[in-house]
């Protein structure tokens, strides 16, 4: 029928889904297509391919243009109140971080995250966060939640 609305948002979560299976360059494309199909008012989808952009960019060695990115998201997103575009551009930064090999820079990130996850009670993505958490900074773990 021809309807696109929601070929931009689509394309981002795909992009995401594959980045994390390790399908980089297929993430790439879809990251492509949902730049090329999403209106700029649409803060969601902007901070969907800016964020996967972001770590294709450090996944390729491009840490700086790829935190560049990732930041722009991030501001993007705290300038609305959805709490799902927020964490989504929280641990997209966050893995650039620690893609970067700056893991301890990632740590607040990933904090901040959780604690808007766990605001909204999106239980899978805190346990997600939490886990990561833990790989990044296990004492960091125990201080938040204490």
């Not at 993430?27 to 800016?50: G, H, T």
């Not at 740590?107 to 990044?136: C, G, I, Q, T």
């Amino acid at each position: 029928m021809g309807d696109k609305n929601y070929l931009a948002i689509t394309a981002g979560w795909l992009a995401h889904c594959l980045y994390q299976l390790g399908r980089f360059d297929e993430a790439d494309e879809c990251a492509a297509i949902c730049e090329s199909s999403a209106a700029k008012s649409w803060v969601a989808a902007q901070v969907l391919w800016k964020g996967a952009r972001a770590m294709l960019l450090a996944r390729r060695g491009n840490i700086e243009a790829g935190e560049a990115l990732a930041r722009e998201g991030v501001d993007l997103a705290l300038r609305t109140d959805r709490v799902d575009t927020q964490t989504e551009a929280l641990m997209d930064l966050a893995e650039v971080l620690r893609v970067g090999g700056r893991g301890a820079e990632a740590v607040p990130v990933v904090a901040d995250a959780l604690r808007r996850y766990e605001l909204k009670e999106v239980l899978p993505a805190a346990a997600r966060a939490r886990a990561l958490l833990e790989e990044l900074a296990p004492s960091v773990v125990e201080e938040t939640l204490a």
